[in-house]
């Protein structure tokens, strides 16, 4: 499952560009990964500002599309802007079935804007269209509603309640996987069209 990925970045919507991270977004993320309230969503702890800079080190150097595990994660910037306010992060789960798993993560300063919907719906359109996924899904924390709602503004099923499925510092977490398929993806836009 191989795409020239150049020419489909950036890419974007009315308000929203998405775009490879750089050296210059290391505050922007550092601002809200470094969050207790993002990270508990996450499974993981508060990311340090170190540990920013490796990350941003990272995704500005790119990645391949082509054998499982291998990931493309935007910076997530309002059109005229330089600040970055999240991200959104596909993952080929399976090249062979051609399924990946879209997540984001986004400044709690910026919430309550539509943004987390909107990069996700042009994120989403992008696998589909332009990398031939033909199965998105997402996975995340049952107590993530914000999520859930864009999952569901997004059109996608919930297929999965995953109970106490992780450890997060003392903490079982459930989970849920939400998923369309590209064949449905492609009805429900015919429809809004």
């Known amino acids: 499952m191989t795409a020239p990925l150049l020419p489909l970045l950036p890419f974007g919507t009315e308000r929203l560009l998405l775009r490879p991270f750089t050296p210059d977004d290391l505050d922007d993320l550092y601002a809200y990964q470094s969050l207790p309230e993002v990270a508990r969503y996450l499974y993981r702890p508060p990311l340090t500002r170190e540990q920013c800079a490796q990350s941003v080190t990272r995704r500005a150097a790119g990645t391949?599309?082509?054998?499982?595990g291998d990931d493309l994660v935007f910076a997530v910037c309002p059109v005229g802007e330089a600040k970055v306010v999240g991200e959104v992060v596909l993952k080929l789960a399976s090249a062979r079935a051609r399924q990946a798993e879209i997540g984001w993560t986004f400044?709690?300063?910026?919430?309550?804007?539509?943004?987390?919907?909107?990069?996700?719906r042009a994120t989403a359109a992008l696998a589909f269209a332009e990398l031939g996924?033909?199965?998105?899904?997402?996975?995340?924390?049952?107590?993530?509603?914000?999520?859930?709602?864009?999952?569901?503004?997004?059109?996608?099923?919930?297929e999965a309640h995953l109970v106490e499925n992780d450890l997060d510092d003392g903490r079982w977490g459930s989970e849920y996987v939400y998923a369309t398929l590209a064949r449905e993806w492609k009805a429900v836009r015919a429809q809004q069209a």
Do not use: K, Q
């Open 107 to 120: 400044n709690p300063a910026y919430g309550g804007r539509g943004y987390a919907t909107e990069a996700a």
């Open 64 to 68: 391949a599309w082509a054998e499982d």
């Open 133 to 158: 996924v033909h199965r998105l899904f997402a996975r995340l924390d049952v107590l993530n509603t914000g999520s859930v709602r864009v999952c569901e503004r997004l059109g996608m099923r919930r």
